[in-house]
């Protein structure tokens, strides 16, 4: 794919050419098991302990605290039903908000069906969550609330410092999804008042299938996965040491240069939305204007479906998307910008664009240059759209 201009980071990212060289050796030469007591299985087991370090470095968190895990997925699922199980005689219920991934919102369905209880707290126009909200909707037999860092359809950065000090006055566990934020912006334990935090490597320049959970020591959860001893008897299976390498390589390298680039992905973003809106009437910004992600822009443009602009934009060799990746396919309009009060006919002519580290100014004059042409063929054709 010679040439692509992609603008779906919030999608995936791909590997950086250091981590895939820092990886490497650990699948065919330094191949050994880390849970093995000779030589080759020790120092594989060595570097697993330098990665955890490194990835509790960039969070402000203690080593013996961070967990690996097969990605966000797991890492969701696990902090979902790991504390639902282990505190059940505390009690069933959780809250979370209406905007959440689907490896939130699936696993909270998926205990209702077994008895538990969820209350979702609903946004504001911009996708924000209220701290206030979160407080009246704690109940006694409350026993985790996980609401999302950074939003992955519209970039909104929820107040989740504020969440937690909610969390904590009232002793419930808090959980965040931070996949989106973490190597984007400030992602600090202790600042943000978590106890609990998912990440995924390969939203930061790391490899698919790996990710992991910081979990705060006083914190209880029953395992997700039952089996060897691995990850203090709380995670099975052999570690995926390429993975875990190609991790913390990742988020060390994306967090030192974490300043520098947001400063410059915004810059670009910002100009991609004037230019944009410039030459495009009725296009409309989705999510918070300025409480955002860096490189995420969201908005809707009238009369037009989202699918359409994705593929025409693909025949000029940009990749964007409509939305969540999980949810192509659907015919469902995202169920974020929903919750945010936009109506499912809006929703569905929205388009998202994430920008990255390999996009550049020329890119970014490319698509100004070819999207308002494309808006307008299809908008010709469009039997909504008549201004
Ligand atoms: C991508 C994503 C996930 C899922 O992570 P995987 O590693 O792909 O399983 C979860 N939450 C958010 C907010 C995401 O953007």
Not at 11 to 40: C, H, I, R
Not at 43 to 48: D, E, P, R
Not at 242 to 267: F, N, W
């Amino acid at each position: 794919m010679e040439n692509v201009i992609y603008m779906d980071h919030a999608a995936t990212t791909p590997t950086d050419p250091e981590v895939l060289k820092a990886m490497e050796p650990w699948f065919d030469v330094q191949y050994g098991n880390p849970a093995t007591l000779y030589s080759l299985g020790l120092l594989a087991s060595q570097v697993v302990e330098e990665s955890r370090s490194a990835v509790a470095d960039v969070l402000g968190a203690d080593p013996a605290e961070i967990y690996f895990t097969s990605g966000g997925t797991e890492s969701n699922n696990w902090a979902i039903k790991g504390v639902a199980d282990a505190h059940q005689k505390k009690g069933r219920h959780l809250i979370t908000s209406t905007i959440e991934h689907h490896a939130i919102l699936e696993p909270l369905e998926f205990l209702e069906k077994r008895g538990y209880e969820v209350t979702r707290v609903p946004v504001d126009g911009a996708g924000l969550v209220d701290p206030d909200a979160v407080r009246r909707a704690i109940r006694p037999d409350t026993i985790l609330i996980s609401i999302m860092h950074a939003n992955n359809e519209v970039g909104t950065i929820e107040p989740i410092a504020e969440i937690g000090a909610v969390a904590r006055e009232a002793g419930v566990l808090f959980h965040t999804d931070a996949v989106q934020s973490v190597a984007k912006i400030p992602v600090k334990v202790a600042d943000l008042n978590v106890d609990i935090l998912s990440l995924s490597a390969h939203k930061f320049y790391g490899p698919k299938g790996v990710g992991a959970l910081y979990l705060a020591k006083r914190v209880r959860v029953t395992p997700l996965l039952h089996g060897g001893a691995q990850e203090r008897r709380r995670r099975a299976g052999t570690l995926n040491v390429p993975g875990i390498v190609g991790l913390a390589k990742a988020i060390h390298k994306t967090a030192d240069q974490m300043e520098a680039e947001a400063a410059r992905e915004s810059a670009l973003r910002d100009r991609l939305w004037e230019g944009l809106r410039e030459r495009i009437p009725h296009i409309y910004l989705n999510g918070h204007p300025t409480q955002r992600l860096p490189n995420a822009l969201n908005f809707r443009v009238e009369g037009i479906e989202g699918e359409a602009m994705i593929l025409c934009l693909d025949m000029n060799r940009v990749g964007v998307s409509s939305g969540s990746a999980c949810t192509t396919g659907s015919l469902e309009p995202s169920h974020v910008l929903l919750a945010m009060g936009i109506a499912a006919e809006h929703a569905h002519g929205s388009i998202r664009m994430t920008l990255g580290r390999a996009n550049t100014q020329e890119d970014i004059d490319y698509v100004i240059d070819t999207f308002p042409g494309i808006v307008a063929r299809l908008r010709e054709m469009s039997p909504v759209y008549n201004k």
